[in-house]
């Protein structure tokens, strides 16, 4: 019996329960009217509500839906490292589901950027798991705390769309654990989503959807999910063996309840488990019921544009501000070139299409605002070649201006779900055009609208200012002249690398595989992991970003708080006339590892707002996973004994200040045989004493003697120790049975 007072499944017949286990059409949950249970509906996410018209209007529109608050996606929102922020987004993303009663909402998704070139990058948050997991638990508990569910996605290794139904992901355990896993497993773990969605592709040749190791093993077994796991959108091909893999919902229905029914019956699925995934469906039916209960709800709509304004305010990166010529004065002259100041670039192209409750660019901001500006649309948003025409105009308008605006990036076409990117080269034409205004007046500030990286350094020293402004959501073009004419400041900092060149890009080698699988060969170095370990030059670093403010971090102190945990203090200082939030960022870099580990791997951070000449104590524990790597040996976590750096920094490349701390280590060890090597045997509590002990019977004429000299031992440590016959010929048996029998007799 389920504790709640709700049906359960032992009020339900063997069909019923089959069919919660798949939904009643593509956007809602199969209820059971007869026992009071009901099919709510459940629809896309991630970055607002996608309430498809698709079930009223017969419409197969991905973008015809209802009228929904269209905040930053997650490529602008991840820049700016606030779980407040994101809690805050979904506060309002629920109030918006009451409305629409929509009892869950289909995101966020939080696949790990392995690639920009990946085409749902604008969706996903970050190449760092603890980054992604952090902002994206914000935005579960936001929405949750409002008794709507989410659905956390795409779970897992959906980090590229070439093949994405069916490519087979090849990933090592070790980088599933510390790299694809790691923001699923702390959202699980510190916001339990209601719900998880599973990814389309095959891990290890196994397709998500059917696969016990990652549904139940992992999920359920390691970190105690206890909600349900649904499909992406058609990723369920054998019903029977997705629900024993611990799928508890079809997504959308296939009509085939029967096979469940037939299975049940024939012994195919255990009644167990059927019961408890059936039961899953109407605990997450139970949890939704209050606040679909409520009736005639309508959210604020100025209220949650203005929830979106700050959110895009936080969102943009400032990337370059050579001769402060940002922000600008009110009364500056401008000239604003670029079609996307007027027809912004607001959001991905997919299933996150969102159709916004209002919508204002830039230039209806500057005309509201009642500032003066020139405008040329310097290009189309087509794949047409440049119009000369439109380059004449643009470089008239920036003729005389005291500074030129131009609004550039990647068109709707260049990205979206469903298709991975060619490369990260920005549109010819619009570079051609900026070469042309900047050649007319140098006073060029790039504003950039793109989901996913582009390159930065084939056109950057033509301008001398470079703002990052991702996807915004609706309310952009309000919160980018805030920024640009100096009522807040730029906090937002890169959640992603940008590369001098894709080529650069650790995962080039396997991108985006072939023969119907991807190999990902670059292991735990991903983005920075491997740009900041291999000593490979950037545009700019993982966690960058400028302010108008400056900031100086000092005092790093570590304290150790436990055998393997540890405690970092910092004081930040804003040591400008500017108000402006800075983000303090903890990096942990190992000593000496037995396997190959980055150089250093974020593991915490804080926004810090302070005004013009405050200072804030900032104070972040690191706990004994942020010193620990997934070892394959151990088949877990493990933290190796010694010494470790701990960097307080403003970006990955940036590191203010560090300190160091001696942990005890987790005391792991595997028992020794004659498989193990004679360094392993050295380094061993047991065996170290015992290899001494052989020395000395070889110096005694008791057992042959081993060659000891430098280079011999160089030789020897990476030798198992059954290989002695080999140096020492046949007494080389007795030396490995006696460390055998003594090993035998000490670690009884
Ligand atoms: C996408 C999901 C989305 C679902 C429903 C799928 O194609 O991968 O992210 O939630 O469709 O629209």
Redesign the pocket.
Known sequence: MSENTYPSVNDLTLEEKASLTSGGD??HLQGIESKGIPGYMI????HGL?K?LASDTGSTD?NDSVPATCFPPAAGLSSSWNPELTHQVGEAMAEECIQEKVAVI??P?VNIKRNPLGG?CF?YWSEDPLLAGHEAAGLVNGIQSKGVGT?L??FAV?SQETD?LRVDARVSQRALREIYFPAFEYIVRNAQPWTI?C??NKINGVHAAQNHWLLTDVLRGDWGFKGIVMS????AHDRVASLNAGLNLE??PSFTDDRIVYAARDGRIAPEQLDRMAQGMIDLIDKARAAMSIEGYRFDVEAHDEIARKAALESMVLLKNEDAVLPLAEDAKVAVIGEFARTPRYQGG???HITPTKMTGFLDTLTARGIDARFAPGFTLDLEPQDPALTAEAVDAAKGADVVLMFLGLPEAAES??FDRENIDMPAKQIELLKAVAAENANVVVVLSNGSVVSVAPWANNAKGILESWLLGQAGGPALADVIFGKVSPSGKLAQSIPLSIDDDPTMLNWPGEEGHVDYGEGVFVGYRYYDTYGKAVDYPFGFGLSYASFEISDVVVSKTGANTASVTAKVTNTSDVDGAEVVQVYVAPGKAAVARPAHELKGFRKVFLKAGETAEVTIDLDERAFAYWSEKFDGWHVEAGEYTVEVGTSSRDIAGTASVTLDGDGKSLPLDEWSTFSEWREDPIGGPIVEAMKAKGESGELAKLPDNDMMNLFINSMPINSLTTLLGEPGKAVTAFLIDEYAKAAK
């Open positions: 593509a956007w629809t896309d996410g991630p996608r498809s991905l289909l995101g998704g749902r969706e659905s996605k795409h959906n994405r969605m990814s389309y992406d959108w058609g990723a997504m959308p997919g299933s996150s779900e469903g």
